[in-house]
């Protein structure tokens, strides 16, 4: 896979080198290459805002760096980081991770002229996604986010694939509560059923667990669970 980073700060994306991202850079499975935005300004100051038209505070980013950046590393799927996207979920990021080419924009100030998403749009599918209902600095940090989930899901990253298929909203629902050794530690035993070795009551157990906290953390996710998903002993929990 390769990722196209545009920012005006691209001294953030530092951790991209480190961990299980760094090691699939290393490896070859991700190639990432981070641009300064900048780069496409053409006046002494390397300015990339100006005021918003219609007046209101803050400052606006200007199209013509963002078309001229988008047209120099497109053509590709263009995430747009931004509290009125569309709230990112892990079926995205299954989405994402089934793509060769992902470019994305960090927006900055009170974020990117229109413009530059509709142009971009015409030339190749758009993607605006939101991390959540709150406001953040800029797209910078929110990249790493998505990176993070979409890279974890690429083949051969994690050392373990099961994980991607028993952990949080793998099927729907959360994952049960975990636990290490010690099996006694500040008088909190782990669940003796975890250390039964009996498996199949070890699966239900885990899978009551999940249901339970499901319904009690996340009703909404529950309220879309399909019924047809539910067994005959789900419905006793
Ligand atoms: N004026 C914008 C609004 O009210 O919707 C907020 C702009 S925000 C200060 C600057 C940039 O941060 C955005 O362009 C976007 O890239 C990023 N950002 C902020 N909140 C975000 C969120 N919840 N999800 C994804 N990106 C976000």
């Given at each position: 896979?390769?990722?196209?980073?545009?920012?005006?700060?691209?001294?953030?994306?530092?951790?991209?080198?480190?961990?299980?991202?760094?090691?699939?850079?290393?490896?070859?499975?991700?190639?990432?290459?981070?641009?300064?935005?900048?780069t496409?300004?053409?006046?002494?100051?390397?300015?990339?805002?100006?005021?918003?038209?219609?007046?209101?505070?803050?400052?606006?980013?200007?199209?013509?760096?963002?078309?001229?950046?988008?047209?120099?590393?497109g053509?590709?799927?263009?995430?747009?980081?931004?509290?009125?996207?569309?709230?990112?979920?892990?079926?995205?990021?299954?989405?994402?991770?089934?793509?060769?080419?992902?470019?994305?924009?960090?927006?900055?100030?009170?974020?990117?002229?229109q413009?530059?998403?509709?142009?971009?749009?015409?030339?190749?599918?758009?993607?605006?996604?939101?991390?959540?209902?709150?406001?953040?600095f800029?797209?910078?940090?929110?990249?790493?986010?998505?990176?993070?989930?979409?890279?974890?899901?690429?083949?051969?990253?994690?050392?373990?694939?099961?994980?991607?298929?028993?952990?949080?909203?793998?099927?729907?629902?959360?994952?049960?509560?975990?636990?290490?050794?010690?099996?006694?530690?500040?008088?909190?035993?782990?669940?003796?059923?975890?250390?039964?070795?009996d498996?199949?009551?070890?699966?239900?157990?885990?899978?009551?667990?999940?249901?339970?906290?499901?319904?009690?953390?996340?009703?909404d996710?529950?309220?879309?669970?399909?019924?047809?998903?539910?067994?005959?002993?789900?419905?006793?929990?």
């Amino acid at each position: 896979m390769r990722v196209d980073i545009i920012s005006i700060f691209p001294d953030y994306f530092g951790p991209l080198e480190l961990s299980l991202i760094g090691k699939a850079r290393q490896t070859g499975r991700l190639d990432v290459a981070v641009h300064d935005l900048r780069t496409w300004t053409s006046d002494v100051h390397r300015t990339v805002d100006d005021t918003p038209y219609g007046g209101g505070p803050g400052m606006v980013m200007r199209p013509e760096p963002w078309g001229q950046a988008l047209d120099a590393v497109g053509p590709g799927t263009l995430v747009v980081p931004s509290p009125v996207g569309k709230p990112f979920t892990q079926a995205d990021a299954h989405e994402l991770a089934s793509l060769d080419r992902l470019i994305f924009a960090c927006g900055r100030y009170e974020g990117i002229d229109q413009r530059v998403i509709d142009d971009a749009a015409d030339r190749m599918p758009v993607r605006e996604v939101s991390l959540g209902d709150y406001v953040l600095f800029g797209g910078e940090v929110a990249v790493i986010v998505i990176m993070e989930a979409i890279v974890r899901l690429l083949p051969g990253v994690l050392g373990n694939a099961d994980s991607l298929t028993e952990e949080s909203h793998a099927a729907g629902l959360l994952e049960a509560p975990v636990y290490t050794k010690p099996a006694s530690w500040r008088s909190r035993d782990v669940p003796e059923i975890l250390r039964s070795g009996d498996h199949g009551r070890i699966a239900r157990w885990r899978r009551d667990q999940s249901l339970l906290r499901t319904a009690s953390r996340r009703p909404d996710m529950m309220s879309v669970y399909p019924v047809d998903d539910l067994d005959k002993a789900d419905r006793k929990t």
